[in-house]
Each structure stands twice: as structure tokens, then as C-alpha cells.
């Protein structure tokens, strides 16, 4: 074929399919709360309406009284603004897991599209290790900065069921900024999300100085607790202070 009967023939395809397109986008209802109502959603979600909102709920069967808690949910408002939670803790606004979805929902694509990315989702499991739950429940269920104004940094999450190597924990310790629900498989760490890994550094550090006091309550050279029934090792630390606070008192007299 001629070279300028080829290029004519090109054109007109590409006007042909613009034109498809601009009749598909014409014949597309615009999104309203009761088009997504006629979506189908995956099985295990349930389509809740209300009268300014619809709530697409993802429910789970194993809560400790046995009733149906809610795991996930997104809530679409009339406006076709959207909110995500995790057992009813709305995520953040700035979360990896949502970058991209449009603020305002502007097609069915759209909605499936966040539908999918929440489905997928698994919930961060946290620090879940009974030896950091019990430390932050000593607390008040709260964990504060040492540093700068004092805020609580991390929390006792008791809502939300946590899996980890095919057990489920009910209480967990998150960041106050966990991301609540990741991507699966993209984090190492039991897919931890990375602002509670770094927290298990803070956690750890307040392990152990919560060891150490408890440790010289017993071994200080003041301590009522009677030295028969100390270990080895808290026997050797008692004298170790006796033997300082001897030395310090010594010091003491012949200056
Ligand atoms: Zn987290």
C-alpha cells in the first residue's frame, strides 16, 4: 500500500478510537452511592447504606465473644469522599497502601480499585509478645516519650485480632502512627509496618530499664529484702553496693 494511503488509514483509526472513547465516556453513568451499590463485592464483604454514606464491610468470625467484628471497612460519602478503617481506627490520610486512589471517587474503577487494595491488605500485627503488652498495660496502656513533650508514642490495641504464624493474638503494642493495614509480603519483620519495627528498639530499651530497677530494689545496700533469699547473682550485686556504700561512708569520715 502507497506510504500516504497507509498514514490516511492510521488517522482515521485514531480519531475512530477517540471517538469510541468520548461515546464510553458519555454512555458511563456518573458514580453516585446507588451505583456502587449495584457493584459485587467480594464475598466476604457486606454493603451497609445509610442516607449520607455507604459502608463496605469486611466482617471476621473470630472476636472473643464469638460475634461478628469488623475487620475492615471503607465509608463513601454522598461528595464520593472516601475514609478507610482497621477495627474502627480510620487510617492515615498519608498511607503507602492508598497512594494513588483519588481523593474524590470518580468511577466504578475507582472504587474497586480501593476495594481491592483493602481486601488484599493485611492488618499489622504490632508487637503482640506478652512481655510488651504487659509492659505498656503497666503503663495505663500507654507508652510515653522520654524525650520532648511526653506524648504518648505507642499503645495497647486491644480491638483488632492480629495473626502471626497461623496464631491470632487479641492484644498487640502499635506506634501511635502505625499504618494500621500494608501491603502484603513488601515488608520483612511478619509484615510489622516499619514505624512499629523501629519501635520495638524503644520497647526493648524500656524492657530493660524496668529489669534493672526491679533488679536494684532487691540488691541495693538498702533493700529490706532478706539476702537469704536472693540468687547468686543478686547476692553478689547486694555486696557489690554494700561494699560501695562502706567505701563511700569511709571516704566520708577522713575527709
Ligand atoms: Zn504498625
Excluded at 454493603?47 to 475487620?71: H, M, P, R, W, Y
Excluded at 481523593?103 to 483493602?118: A, E, F, G, I, Y
Amino acid at each position: 500500500m502507497p506510504y500516504h494511503k497507509r498514514r490516511r488509514k492510521s488517522v482515521r483509526f485514531h480519531l475512530d478510537q477517540r471517538k469510541t472513547a468520548r461515546k464510553r465516556k458519555t454512555l458511563e453513568p456518573s458514580l453516585t452511592l446507588q451505583t456502587i451499590e449495584l457493584l459485587s463485592l467480594p464475598n466476604s464483604w457486606k454493603l451497609v447504606s445509610g442516607t449520607a454514606a455507604i459502608q463496605l464491610c469486611k466482617f471476621q468470625a473470630e472476636s472473643a465473644d464469638n460475634l461478628l467484628a469488623l475487620e475492615k471497612s471503607i465509608s463513601i460519602m454522598t461528595d464520593l469522599l472516601w475514609k478507610v478503617f482497621s477495627s474502627g481506627i480510620q487510617l492515615p490520610a498519608i498511607s503507602r497502601l492508598l497512594h494513588g486512589i483519588p481523593s474524590t471517587l470518580k468511577s466504578s474503577s475507582d472504587v474497586l480499585n480501593l476495594l481491592r487494595r483493602v481486601e488484599n491488605a493485611i492488618i499489622c500485627p504490632g508487637n503482640r509478645e506478652t512481655l510488651y503488652v504487659s509492659l505498656v498495660e503497666k503503663r495505663g496502656g500507654s507508652i510515653r516519650s522520654e524525650r520532648g513533650s511526653g506524648d504518648s508514642v505507642g499503645y495497647v490495641d486491644c480491638n483488632s485480632m492480629v495473626h502471626v504464624n497461623g496464631q491470632s493474638h487479641s492484644m498487640t503494642v502499635r506506634r501511635r502512627d502505625c499504618d494500621l493495614l500494608c501491603m502484603r509480603g513488601v515488608n520483612s519483620n511478619q509484615n510489622r509496618c516499619k514505624k512499629c519495627q523501629a519501635f520495638r528498639l524503644t520497647l526493648r530499651s524500656a524492657l530493660s530499664r524496668l529489669n534493672k530497677t526491679s533488679e536494684s530494689i532487691h540488691t541495693d545496700s538498702s533493700s529490706h529484702t532478706k539476702y537469704a533469699s536472693l540468687n547468686s547473682t543478686e547476692k553478689d550485686a547486694r555486696l557489690r553496693s554494700m561494699h560501695s556504700s562502706l567505701h563511700s561512708l569511709k571516704q566520708q569520715k577522713n575527709a
